[in-house]
């Protein structure tokens, strides 16, 4: 292969709806380009981005695939992506190293849910998007209803660079109204047959010309004037102003193809090999410190590593871009998180497991390398002398969970060892070892990326497993103040125990000024605060701690002894065993002994009055509660929101948009399991929704009363 100058590099991220076509141009692009030589198709699935074998058992990308093809002394790397949500990881890496989206339509579907989960990501990167309109062949393509979704969300932005002459089964030609010229296949596609537009379409191609003609001068003010004095561009300053508008995100331009047939596959090859964005004309990267980094092959060495995967008879690899400088095979590189050295032994250009050696890399390109030793995915890998840190990238946050376990007791270490990797892989399941829940909970994006996993995990990994029911961490807090005393005290043989401790709890909350006076069940106490203490609890709130401890009743050096017994009943807490959490504890009398008080003693009197007053203080159980946000079609609105509602969901509002319809809502993260599943059911696939952890809420009585009553029986079955 021969080296590539940045200049002719593209980083193309193809993305889109599931099942819009992605896998199948991508095949058709690789195909164009002479990287392979026979077209694969999905359906049989044989492609090179499809090549894993848990694609083929799903019948879908699971994974982002590297690719690269190369066209008119270009190469263009292809990030092929998969369409599902459950897999949007894939999508966000890809994008946060691509200079351009290649946006795929389902010319049947038009905008769907999926395009319209995508298009929030090509909005967050600010990637350049460019449309193909995919499908053309298809007996129900409609062109005209894909265009029409398109400009109900972009408006103008969406600018018509080619239209089909005749989309359906007999689809052929289309005119593009760039070039000014119609482009017509035989039945195998591939290479066209370039020639004038028909006298019919002509009237239509004109008015569409100016249009584009337009849309492109608008981004530029030297075009702008040359196109008010010339009355119009040539495809050089066409090509400029387009690409300044996809720059800006103000062009959205409009292709036609089928992937499938290869029709339309080498213009669009053309054309972002013309216009799309490189590297060096997007915003430059910045690293963590703030430092604009400059995509230069004379620079010092630097690459990100975006993804890893292990595959078979090769091991780790990492793919990676370069970010800075030019990269050779055998040059060592420091990694920036642990200041390893790492030599990259071998570069690699990869389209799917098609890998070809390469000597060097520059600025701008994406490869992969393997047998790092210590290197994962958002590290970055710097010469000698350097130490930039890209940032990370920012995967969707989990919104799904599920508690794992292997089917035969002992082999919990190897599920460990394989969580791990397939983490390391695909960074949106989460794994979180639930000290406070017993289990081992995995997050992931919905029941389907979570039964991928499991899928394999069996038949990969050769281990079996089980999904159970994920517990819920609820907190324990009190609702009004209470009083108690406690005195600790045992006599036997030599030195006895003492301490006696009175103390005073009431809940806590941001603001709550200082201690007293309380009146407890008809008696007053007037409390001095001598001294406070905070402590942010780990697993979120606070307890605050308050010393009015008058005439040396107890001597300082036994609070810290029953502050340990306090917490050590926060940490369990007296109703259900959960963690308890925002309690101010004031401590204002107690009592000693000369001989037989001692720690132990403090820390015994302390946890019995606490847990006394918990019990006294009106104790509630708080369960987390999640902010969920659904957009849903409006024909399902009826239906999502009753089903919201039997999950004691709290609606904070609706509104449109985009011609969707949302709905904001609070729920209870107990009432969330399989959500994912049921709103896929209830809206034929048609809805999406995220949800973030929100605050803790207290459970209604009758569901406080039911965990009471569970947790007493688990306590009995214990002893
Ligand atoms: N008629 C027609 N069918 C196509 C075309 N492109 C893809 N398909 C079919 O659409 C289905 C999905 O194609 P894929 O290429 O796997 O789609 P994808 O976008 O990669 O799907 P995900 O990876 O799941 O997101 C397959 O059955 C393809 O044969 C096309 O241009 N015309
Ligand atoms: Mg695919």
């Known amino acids: 292969?021969?080296?590539?100058?940045?200049?002719?590099?593209?980083?193309?991220?193809?993305?889109?709806?599931?099942?819009?076509?992605?896998?199948?141009?991508?095949?058709?692009?690789?195909?164009?380009?002479?990287?392979?030589?026979?077209?694969?198709?999905?359906?049989?699935?044989?492609?090179?981005?499809?090549?894993?074998?848990?694609?083929?058992?799903?019948e879908r990308s699971i994974y982002s695939t590297v690719l690269y093809t190369e066209y008119q002394n270009k190469k263009i790397n292809i990030i092929d992506t998969p369409g599902l949500d459950d897999f949007a990881g894939g999508v966000v890496s890809a994008l946060s190293v691509s200079d351009c989206a290649l946006f795929l339509i389902n010319g049947h579907q038009g905008v769907e849910v999926g395009t319209e989960i995508v298009s929030r990501y090509t909005a967050k990167f600010n990637t350049p998007v460019v449309f193909a309109i995919n499908q053309l062949d298809h007996e129900k393509a409609n062109y005209e209803k894909a265009i029409d979704d398109l400009k109900a969300k972009h408006g103008n932005k969406v600018v018509i660079v080619q239209y089909p002459v005749n989309a359906g089964m007999e689809f052929n030609a289309v005119i593009d109204v760039l070039k000014m010229k119609m482009y017509k296949w035989g039945p195998d596609g591939g290479e066209p047959t370039i020639k004038e537009i028909p006298a019919s379409e002509k009237e239509k191609a004109d008015e569409l010309h100016n249009t584009l003609v337009e849309s492109a001068a608008e981004n530029d003010e030297a075009l702008m004037e040359l196109y008010f004095e010339e009355g119009s561009l040539n495809e050089d300053q066409m090509r400029a102003g387009i690409k300044q508008g996809l720059i800006n995100k103000d062009v959205y331009p409009v292709f036609c193809v089928s992937g499938k047939k290869d029709m339309g596959v080498r213009r669009l090859m053309e054309f972002l090999n013309n216009v799309a964005p490189q590297t060096s004309e997007m915003p430059k990267p910045v690293n963590v410190e703030g430092n604009e980094v400059t995509v230069d092959p004379e620079g010092p060495a630097s690459i990100f590593i975006f993804k890893t995967s292990i595959e078979e008879h090769l091991g780790a690899v990492a793919y990676f871009k370069v970010m800075s400088g030019k990269i050779e095979e055998g040059m060592d590189l420091i990694n920036a998180r642990n200041s390893n050295k790492e030599r990259l032994s071998q570069l690699y250009c990869v389209a799917g497991n098609n890998r070809t050696k390469i000597d060097s890399m520059v600025a701008g390109d994406i490869g992969a390398t393997v047998k790092l030793k210590d290197t994962k995915t958002n590290d970055t890998l710097n010469t000698?002398?350097?130490?930039?840190?890209?940032?990370?990238?920012?995967?969707?946050?989990?919104?799904?969970?599920?508690?794992?376990?292997?089917?035969?007791?002992?082999?919990?270490?190897?599920?460990?060892?394989?969580?791990?990797?397939?983490?390391?892989?695909?960074?949106?399941?989460?794994?979180?070892?639930?000290?406070e829940l017993k289990q081992l909970i995995v997050h992931g994006q919905g029941e389907f990326h979570l039964n991928t996993l499991k899928k394999q995990i069996e038949n990969h990994d050769k281990l079996e497993i089980e999904f159970l029911t994920p517990k819920i961490p609820y907190r324990e807090t009190i609702t009004k103040p209470a009083q108690s005393d406690y005195r600790h005290k045992k006599q036997s043989g030599g030195s006895g125990q003492f301490g006696e401790v009175y103390m005073i709890i009431e809940p806590w909350y941001e603001g709550i000024g200082d201690p007293g006076p309380y009146k407890i069940d008809g008696k007053e106490y007037s409390v001095t605060k001598r001294g406070v203490e905070e402590y942010e609890l780990k697993w979120g709130g606070k307890l605050v701690f308050v010393n009015s401890i008058v005439g040396g009743s107890i001597d300082a050096k036994y609070l810290p002894a029953i502050m340990k017994g306090v917490?050590?009943?926060?940490?369990?807490?007296?109703?259900?065993?959960?963690?308890?959490?925002?309690?101010?504890?004031?401590?204002?009398?107690?009592?000693?002994?000369?001989?037989?008080?001692?720690?132990?003693s403090f820390k015994i009197a302390g946890m019995q009055a606490f847990r006394t007053a918990f019990k006294q203080a009106a104790p509630k159980i708080l369960e987390p509660i999640y902010k969920v946000e659904v957009m849903v079609p409006s024909e399902y609105m009826g239906d999502v929101m009753s089903d919201l509602q039997g999950r004691r969901a709290m609606i904070e509002g609706m509104s449109s948009e985009s011609g969707y319809e949302k709905i904001t809502a609070k729920v209870p993260l107990a009432e969330m399991n399989k959500y994912s599943t049921s709103l896929s059911s209830l809206t034929s696939?048609?809805?999406?929704?995220?949800?973030?952890?929100?605050?803790?809420?207290?459970v209604p009585g009758d569901i406080q009363e039911k965990l009471l009553k569970e947790y007493e029986a688990a306590q009995a079955e214990d002893e």
Do not use: C
Not at 7 to 15: F, G, M, P, T
Not at 423 to 434: K, N, Q
Not at 685 to 698: F, I, K, L, N
């Open 685 to 698: 696939g048609q809805a999406m929704y995220t949800m973030t952890y929100d605050q803790y809420m207290p």
């Open 1 to 58: 292969m021969k080296g590539y100058q940045p200049n002719e590099l593209k980083n193309i991220a193809l993305v889109g709806s599931a099942g819009s076509g992605k896998t199948t141009l991508a095949e058709a692009m690789l195909y164009e380009g002479g990287v392979i030589k026979r077209k694969g198709d999905v359906d049989s699935k044989n492609t090179v981005s499809d090549y894993h074998e848990i694609e083929h058992q799903q």
């Open 384 to 435: 000698k002398g350097t130490d930039w840190k890209f940032p990370e990238i920012q995967f969707p946050a989990p919104k799904y969970r599920t508690a794992v376990q292997p089917k035969s007791k002992g082999e919990e270490e190897k599920l460990g060892e394989i969580l791990n990797r397939r983490t390391g892989e695909d960074p949106t399941y989460i794994v979180e070892h639930s000290k």
């Open 567 to 600: 917490m050590e009943k926060m940490e369990e807490g007296p109703l259900t065993g959960s963690y308890a959490r925002d309690i101010r504890l004031v401590v204002y009398d107690g009592k000693m002994h000369p001989v037989d008080s001692n720690e132990i």
